[in-house]
């Protein structure tokens, strides 16, 4: 085992290879607060990638409902149930990760998926967190809750996947820092499976190898947006590349968001991976729960997003979330207007941060006619 710094939980902890950091790293911003559930990112990435046999459970991205919502079932309960209850000491986690409570002769602490953990892919959509019997109105957060978590591979700095695998056939891009697993060295063990906490490595039985999401590397060499990101209707997504803490850039909007404003947050940071996609909590969710799924930023996180509209660079970069499908690897905030650049530094996108309003009189004098809708 070595000893290795994860920035998410601001200690030192165990994990079986030397930390070395890619060139850069594939991180993404989703806005969950800006998710339909429609599914259109999870359809994009099916046909794009897993339409072949033996993929036919595969979902790469999918989109799945809180709290009662999961795909394998239950993956998150049955992750933190195994942990155990942890405890954050202000931002340093003082429980243990998943590496470090894994039991003896085992390098990770994981689960195996049965198949009928995958027969329900939708199961608990909508379904809130408790009913409403009488009338009841808002009064801040939510008594009745539920929000929608997409969800791909988080490419972690640190992954339970590649640990695992005693074949040493999953690996960390150096050039990008995407996980992917080698299909030629692969032989079906499974342990990345039952390793990967976030279940985002699949089983599949007809080639007798592990797939996974690839964040559509294709189309990153490109300087494209994966195919998800790009199809988002809801302009949930952003795809670029995050730093270190010590080397971040303010007008990385990826950065910005993380680290200068903190309104991002990994998935489940005590799990110890250092996830690479991070999530703007909902706005309308019990503090406890959030915390538990973001860790302890996650209401200063929400505040902050709040009061955004008070904020033109925050602003800025939320418009140009879905913008483009280029890579957004530089931001500026000019007048009125959010620009984004590629690693060039070309304009890709130019937005306006705040959405052009237009009030029309109620009666159309040329015409002759009443409109119902006059804004």
Not at 51 to 56: D, F, I, P, T, V
Not at 115 to 144: C, L, R, S
Not at 274 to 300: C, K, R
Request: net charge neutral.
């Amino acid at each position: 085992m070595a000893k290795v710094f994860n920035w998410q939980i601001n200690r030192e902890m165990d994990y079986w290879y030397k930390g070395v950091r890619p060139e850069r790293q594939f991180g993404a911003i989703f806005d969950i607060n800006k998710c339909i559930s429609c599914q259109t990112c999870t359809v994009a990435c099916k046909t794009t990638w897993t339409a072949g046999r033996g993929q036919e459970y595969m979902f790469w991205n999918n989109v799945e409902s809180k709290p009662y919502g999961f795909y394998p079932i239950m993956w998150d309960v049955k992750a933190l149930s195994l942990l155990g209850a942890g405890e954050w000491n202000g931002d340093v986690y003082a429980g243990k990760t998943i590496f470090e409570s894994a039991p003896a002769k085992e390098r990770v602490l994981g689960w195996q998926p049965t198949d009928y953990d995958y027969a329900h892919p939708n199961i608990g959509e909508d379904e809130v967190n408790k009913a409403i019997d009488t009338g009841a109105y808002m009064t801040g957060k939510h008594a009745a809750w539920m929000f929608y978590l997409a969800r791909i591979c988080n490419h972690c700095t640190y992954p339970a996947c590649l640990a695992a695998c005693p074949r040493g056939a999953i690996y960390k891009r150096r050039e990008d820092g995407i996980v992917l697993v080698n299909q030629q060295h692969c032989r079906g063990y499974q342990e990345c499976v039952r390793a990967c906490p976030y279940k985002k490595v699949f089983y599949n039985a007809v080639e007798g190898v592990s797939q996974k999401c690839i964040a559509c590397f294709p189309k990153i060499e490109a300087g494209e947006q994966p195919q998800c990101f790009v199809a988002c209707i809801g302009k949930i997504r952003m795809q670029g590349w995050i730093n270190p803490p010590d080397k971040a850039q303010e007008d990385n909007p990826i950065d910005y968001l993380v680290y200068v404003r903190k309104v991002a947050l990994p998935l489940f940071p005590q799990l110890g991976l250092e996830p690479n996609v991070y999530y703007i909590p909902p706005v309308h969710v019990p503090d406890y729960f959030l915390t538990q799924m973001f860790g302890p930023g996650a209401n200063n996180a929400v505040e902050t997003y709040l009061k955004a509209r008070e904020d033109k660079t925050l602003a800025g970069i939320f418009t140009l979330l879905g913008s483009t499908k280029f890579t957004v690897n530089y931001f500026k905030i000019e007048g009125d207007e959010a620009i984004g650049y590629d690693s060039q530094r070309n304009e890709i996108a130019r937005v306006p941060v705040t959405e052009p309003v237009i009030t029309r009189a109620s009666f159309d004098e040329a015409l002759q006619i009443g409109r119902h809708n006059i804004t």
